[in-house]
């Protein structure tokens, strides 16, 4: 069982630790990669931007008829021999997966790709059961075996170094020889292929998330780079999907559209190197699959949500696109954040999915470059609605003081144009002096924050008003 994780209540904190990490800032340089496979992707196919404009779609037509795709999804599973489940919460989602392992007698569990299983905690309460759980996706294996939470939602491990995994890997598997090699990834990748692989036959039940949920055909994507999930889909007895009731479309050719927009916003493919379509049992005459399947519906407070001015957040694909050009997730990485989505998608979900109390530093987590709001494959305007959880945040007095007060006096001057243009023009000037030839301010009241790190380039001359009603008006 996992130690106690930092919660959002830390960001500031886990920020600045995580700034002065010097190894880990040299790990999330690497999220560059990311960035570059995107653009090239993106560039070689003239009509992304217009299957943007479909997913958008999609997922908004889905989500204003979710009620009546749920069931069709349901029928659909039922009628391919499979079983639907319905949980309202964490709490029933995870009973609901313990008693199905328990009515076969499990002992034995695979873990595939799944985000909504670490948000309900199923791991831990499987544990509680005394049934062992084991993680199968490598970024995944390896935080288990290191204790440790995630801290991305792609390449789950990108905060371990190789020498670490190495050193890991040595503690975790004492049974083999400690004079093999691990100092190459390919020495890693086949070892851990080899323990995993004597698991995968014995397992008693395979659970996995889901990318998407097809209402047409009752049937579920799971979309990865590994062949673990298709493994712990097929040769365990028993699949068990669980998914959030945000996952459904309506159809397979509105899946394939997703599919465009998916792995080249991820990891720049075309398409990920498995993306498997799972629709019931294993049927009469088939060699491979599971005997049995289930389907476990998630809401988690997505009803909620679809009822308030954050549903957009719903069209989520869980690409990451968002966090791997976001500056601030980039500079502080995942595990600062103490929530299970990081990164400007987690800014806008976790206080939707638990409180704005717990995690009211997360929507400030961000410089509102924009940048998440131009690569979303879906359209969500995740500055203006983490914004917008800033204004409650601020309508309930929730944010410091000393913050409030100032943006009161801001406030003030701002409804009154004349006294701001005079305060503006007086505090240009005022900073222009201050910095002298430099023209750098490396220290004001306020703004240590920024200037521990950075300099502030000084005002220069008139105000932005003053010179814009010069241009309108040269006499």
Known sequence: MMD??????????????????????????????????????VGALPEFEALRDDAKRIKD??????????????????????????????????????????????????????????????????????????????????TLSRNEPRSHIVPRAMHVSQDQVAETFRDAHGELSPDRTLDEAESLLAEAREVLREHFFSADVGITGANFLVAETGSAIVVTNEGNGDLAMTLPACHIVVASIDKLVPTLH??????????????????????????????DGEDVGPEAFHVVLVDAGRSHILGTEFRAALRCIRCSACMNHCPVFGSVGGHAYGAIYPGPIGAVLNPALSSLSETQHLPNATSVCG?????????????????????????????????RVWLGLWAMAARRPPVYRALTRITAAALSAWAGRRQRLSWLPFLNGWAAVRDLPAPEGRTFLAQWRARRDPS
């Not at 509105?254 to 916003?265: E, F, N, P």
């Not at 609605?385 to 929730?398: D, H, N």
């Open 4 to 41: 106690a994780a930092p919660t959002a209540r830390d960001f500031p904190e886990r920020a600045r630790d995580e700034l002065g990490n010097a190894r880990l800032q040299g790990v999330l340089s690497g999220i560059g990669l990311f960035l570059l496979a995107r653009k090239l992707a």
């Open 61 to 142: 037509h889905t989500l204003a008829h979710l009620d009546a795709y749920l069931e069709t999804f349901e029928s659909q599973v039922i009628a391919s021999g499979g079983r639907v489940h319905w949980a309202r919460t964490a709490d029933e989602a995870c009973t609901v997966v313990s008693d199905i392992c328990h009515e076969r007698g499990a002992r034995k569990i695979l873990k595939g790709k799944s985000m909504v299983t670490e948000e309900i905690g199923l791991n831990d309460h499987l544990a509680r059961q005394g049934l062992d759980v084991l993680e199968t996706r490598l970024g995944d294996y390896i």
């Open 254 to 283: 509105d899946a394939t559209t997703l599919l465009r927009v998916l792995s080249r916003s991820v990891t720049g493919q075309d398409l990920a190197t498995y993306t498997t379509f799972a629709t019931g049992p294993r049927r």
């Open 371 to 403: 940048r998440c709001d131009e690569v979303c494959p879906v359209r969500i305007p995740l500055t203006d609605l983490m914004r917008a959880w800033r204004r409650r945040a601020f309508a309930r007095a929730l944010t410091p003081l000393p913050h």
